[in-house]
């Protein structure tokens, strides 16, 4: 089949699951809000209970801290409760035959699939980013003489593995360092790829380039098209990314950030998608990967690969062979779904995006205005740009004299927190530092509004201003 006949039946598939599912209308109903018409009518917390709110927030808190952990709103709970009811009152039936909470989850991975325009069987559902990754990155048949290139900003998610792969096997691990912090302001998308993977020798031909998608550490967004535009040009073998801080944040399903541009791409639903904990998606874009190029590590089902040349001895696709490993979150794997559709509800995943991208663009303006030089994150290029946005702590009424340690980055989310508002502190590399830069971190998601970020600020300029 070629591209454009798989890109069309993949398009197609996903409009009939999204009629069926009676989004279409949902979609037809809302594709025309603007952002302040969902922060008015969804993320704001008010006493309209006909809609499905955030409504576990309390109404005095503003919480602006979702690339931790995200919130659920009221239909996703209640779906998640029901099923686990249901679970409870007939187990057996629930985990072996049930369409919904059966252990191979076949309608779950499909439904997701559709939403994300690709098919069931690149799709398999984990308990989180850690774990898809872990599947990956342990599954790989990495050897002794591989490269594998990450930077100096990946989460353990990626470190880890990767060192028990160093350890046992001796694959070389080549660490790219971002520019620092305060460069990337002005740099564009282009500039920082060819930056941090240049056209050398030492990358050409490497095993895999493991990435993030949007980075915690300063909120950086690595665009998945301009990332397999680079892994084709070194003629990288996989393209592994880290989606933690993307997934329900950025739309996946649909142009440049993609999620079909990588080779496997793990992400949570708990997060941004504000779905159950221990919810999480992998997606393979090689449905028929197979030992010895894969193994299923992390499954029930490798002895079923034991003869990897019989295609016989090879009945299950690996997204279903890594989905059978004994009693998983059902339940949360549904209650997942149903977060996706809260996004479809509300005008889709491109409008969510949009939304969140807004607000955190007015973060960036207020901390810009007050001082330039205390921004972390991307500030001219859109495509680098996310719903994170990452400042040192400035001394208000002395703007130049900037903070790069725990202790005040720590005082700041403190005083903050006495005042009902959650952002975190986080720590980050720099090149040619002994020791890790601290930073302010805040995450305005889809349940954040306007008026909640006003607040922020009143409060933020307080605790700035009592620094010296």
């Not at 594709?31 to 993320?43: D, I, K, P």
Request: charged share 20%.
């Amino acid at each position: 089949m070629s591209d454009k006949s798989k890109a069309t039946t993949e398009f197609t598939g996903r409009r009939q699951f999204l009629k069926q599912s009676g989004f279409v209308g949902a979609l037809a109903v809302t594709s025309g809000l603007s952002t302040q018409v969902l922060a008015e009518n969804y993320a704001d917390n008010t006493p309209n209970t006909s809609m499905c709110k955030f409504s576990q927030l309390a109404s005095d808190f503003t919480y602006l801290n979702s690339g931790t952990e995200g919130s659920m709103p009221k239909c996703v709970i209640d779906h998640l409760n029901a099923g686990l009811l249901r679970w409870a009152s007939d187990p057996t039936t629930s985990y072996e035959s049930d369409p919904n909470f059966g252990k191979r989850q076949h309608k779950n991975r499909a439904d997701v699939a559709a939403l994300l325009g690709v098919e069931k069987d690149n799709i398999c559902l984990t308990d989180n980013t850690t774990m898809g990754l872990n599947m990956v990155l342990m599954g790989l048949n990495f050897q002794a003489n591989d490269r594998a290139i990450i930077t100096n900003h990946e989460h353990n998610a990626i470190v880890s593995p990767l060192t028990v792969i160093k350890q046992r096997i001796g694959t070389k691990i080549i660490t790219r360092e971002f520019p620092h912090a305060h460069k990337l302001a002005n740099i564009s998308a282009d500039e920082l790829i060819d930056y941090l993977f240049p056209n050398d020798p030492a990358l050409r031909g490497a095993k895999a380039l493991c990435v993030s998608h949007v980075y915690p550490t300063t909120g950086l967004r690595l665009p998945l098209n301009l990332l397999r535009k680079k892994a084709d040009e070194l003629e990288i073998e996989y393209l592994i990314v880290d989606g933690a801080q993307a997934f329900g944040m950025l739309d996946v399903s649909d142009g440049d950030e993609h999620i079909s541009a990588c080779d496997f791409y793990a992400c949570p639903g708990h997060k941004w998608l504000n779905g159950p904990p221990s919810t999480g998606i992998l997606y393979l874009k090689n449905s028929e990967i197979h030992p010895p190029e894969f193994y299923p590590t992390l499954s029930q089902r490798m002895y079923k690969f034991e003869d990897a040349t019989d295609k016989t001895a090879r009945p299950f696709p690996m997204a279903q062979a890594l989905q059978v490993r004994g009693c998983s979150n059902a339940p949360g794997f549904s209650s997942m779904l149903r977060a996706m559709q809260f996004q479809h509800d509300i005008g889709g995943p491109k409008l969510v995006e949009q939304h969140i991208l807004t607000l955190s663009q007015s973060v960036k303006d207020f901390i810009a205005a007050s001082s330039p030089n205390a921004l972390a994150s991307p500030t001219v290029d859109p495509s680098l740009k996310s719903g994170l946005t990452v400042f040192f702590p400035f001394s208000w009424y002395k703007p130049s004299h900037l903070f790069y340690d725990k202790k005040t980055c720590d005082h700041v989310v403190a005083k903050l927190l006495e005042k009902n508002i959650q952002i975190r502190s986080i720590g980050f590399d720099e090149p040619d530092q002994n020791e890790p830069l601290y930073a302010l971190r805040v995450s305005t998601a889809v349940f954040n509004s306007k008026r909640q970020l006003g607040i922020f600020q009143g409060a933020l300029k307080e605790v700035l201003s009592q620094l010296i």
